[in-house]
T-cell receptor, first 112, second 116 residues
Framework: AQSVSQHNHHVILSEAASLELGCNYSYGGTVNLFWYVQYPGQHLQLLLKYFSGDPLVKGIKGFEAEFIKSKFSFNLRKPSVQWSDTAEYFCAVKGGNTPLVFGKGTRLSVIA | GAVVSQHPSWVICKSGTSVKIECRSLDFQATTMFWYRQFPKQSLMLMATSNEGSKATYEQGVEKDKFLINHASLTLSTLTVTSAHPEDSSFYIC????????????FGPGTRLTVL
């Protein structure tokens, strides 16, 4: 079974700082990779996803993620965060016909 | 497209009663639906996977007699928490998949259950 590890529990950044959230997974086969965001009081929203092709994936709101197969990683990045990016970020992995498995999440707090 | 709704959005009930939560795919047919549970400040934990017309597959440690799942149609799945207790208080989230190659899951807004 697959598992997902998110390294950072809580990240605090100032506005305009660059962001990188780590995500590593374990699974022996082909995987689909996702980053979801959950704003305070709201439901999960898909930020971006990787199925195949270009390992650098661009998502909504200026986010991107890079799939590095050799490192089993799918880190999320944003060059310049805004206060409105304050949220919980979840990395998720889907292998084969198995359901999505989520990491524990990283809380991002952006301060003005 | 790909909108998933849940009803109710929140519910408070007394200990010992049963609560039913509905999950609907509004603009697509969901071959598979999933039920997750999220405790405060924690990640989503998969409870069960259901395919339309067949019995749900429960994750290890999830009591199937306590969390009854019915996926009666391609647009509706229900989760019934039977004889609810305070420890069942949580945020329950469903997701639905169209199936096929991509199998992307679309999430509902969640239902907050509080058992007194």
């Amino acid at each position: 079974a697959q598992s997902v590890s998110q390294h950072n529990h809580h990240v605090i950044l100032s506005e305009a700082a660059s962001l990188e959230l780590g995500c590593n997974y374990s699974y022996g086969g082909t995987v689909n990779l996702f980053w979801y965001v959950q704003y305070p009081g709201q439901h999960l929203q898909l930020l971006l996803k990787y199925f195949s092709g270009d390992p650098l994936v661009k998502g909504i709101k200026g986010f991107e993620a890079e799939f590095i197969k050799s490192k089993f990683s799918f880190n999320l990045r944003k060059p310049s965060v805004q206060w409105s990016d304050t949220a919980e970020y979840f990395c998720a992995v889907k292998g084969g016909n198995t359901p999505l498995v989520f990491g524990k999440g990283t809380r991002l707090s952006v301060i003005a | 497209g790909a909108v998933v709704s849940q009803h109710p959005s929140w519910v408070i009930c007394k200990s010992g009663t049963s609560v039913k939560i509905e999950c609907r795919s509004l603009d697509f047919q969901a071959t598979t639906m999933f039920w997750y549970r999220q405790f405060p400040k924690q990640s989503l934990m998969l409870m069960a996977t259901s395919n339309e017309g067949s019995k749900a597959t429960y994750e290890q440690g999830v009591e199937k007699d306590k969390f009854l799942i019915n996926h009666a149609s391609l647009t509706l799945s229900t989760l019934t928490v039977t004889s609810a207790h305070p420890e069942d208080s949580s945020f329950y989230i469903c997701s639905a998949s169209k199936g096929g190659v991509y199998n992307e899951q679309f999430f509902g807004p969640g239902t907050r259950l509080t058992v007194l």
